[in-house]
């Protein structure tokens, strides 16, 4: 009997930035979703290359160890190629679609997962740890700039989690931590997302997830654009991106700081 190859398309997202409907109730019903092809060949060589470069030039001085992975906030401020994926026209269109209401860049940041790193990111929920009020569910665009297969670290998701809110912020470290908040999580089914270079996945800031451990040669690379409903306020906790800022509780977070340039 010969074998059948069913090729894939390259992309879900068409020539107009937007991913079939299907995909969104994906999205609305699980709180994650995986989309193919949001940067293409040439995207995802320029973009890996320019975030290499960045990560050598600031892994001293301002790279946040995170024992699990490495994490650099709001590249965009600091380096023009990186700021063009931060700002890509067809992330924001698909994070808007997913999402059906008008968003901000919340902040923007680089994973990194170095080889070998036999430490896992626990699972979590985003939403406790960022200080915002008044808002809609924000949702995060985590893009792989490398093939990211299950032992170099991709994702696993806890389906229909994001809608559990009042959660307590979780400790990424301990591998209970989200289940001693919540103890009928224990027994969800969990789905664990490869991504090749250039796919990414979109999930709700309240949906639980973890990162698997690295035990590959290579490092795993992957750019995150956090996207926050545009009418979000400050709720006045603490956070590294809004404590310069001066900002009072109930100020919208609305300015040049979290913009929306993908119109």
């Not at 994926?85 to 269109?93: E, K, P, Q």
């Not at 809004?242 to 977070?253: A, I, N, Q, S, V």
């Amino acid at each position: 009997m010969s074998s059948t190859t069913i090729d894939e398309p390259s992309s879900d997202v068409d020539a107009d930035g937007r991913v079939p409907e299907q995909l969104v109730a994906e999205y609305r019903e699980n709180g994650f979703v995986r989309i193919r092809g949001v940067l293409d060949a040439a995207e995802v060589a320029r973009f890996r290359a320019a975030a290499e470069t960045y990560l050598e030039a600031h892994r001293a001085e301002s790279l946040e160890q995170q024992g699990a992975f490495s994490q650099l906030v709001n590249v965009w401020q600091h380096d023009e190629t990186l700021r063009d994926l931060s700002f890509h026209r067809r992330l924001g269109r698909v994070a808007e679609q997913l999402a059906g209401f008008p968003l901000r860049l919340w902040h923007d940041q680089m994973l990194v997962k170095e080889p070998h790193n036999g430490v896992a990111t626990e699972f979590h929920q985003d939403r406790p740890f960022w200080p915002h009020a008044n808002d809609r569910l924000s949702l995060s665009a985590w893009v792989a700039l490398v093939d990211v297969p299950p032992e170099r670290g991709c994702m696993t998701f806890l389906p229909k989690t994001q809608h559990l809110a009042d959660l307590r912020r979780q400790d990424l470290h301990e591998e209970d931590d989200l289940f001693e908040a919540d103890p009928s999580l224990r027994w969800l089914p969990r789905v664990t997302i490869p991504l090749r270079a250039g796919d990414c996945t979109f999930h709700s800031s309240r949906t639980g997830h973890m990162a698997l451990p690295n035990s590959t040669d290579q490092a795993r690379l992957a750019h995150v654009n956090i996207y926050m409903d545009e009418a979000t306020t400050y709720s006045g906790t603490a956070h590294p991106v809004t404590d310069p800022l001066g900002l009072t509780e109930g100020d919208r977070l609305d300015d040049d700081r979290f913009p929306r340039p993908w119109g």
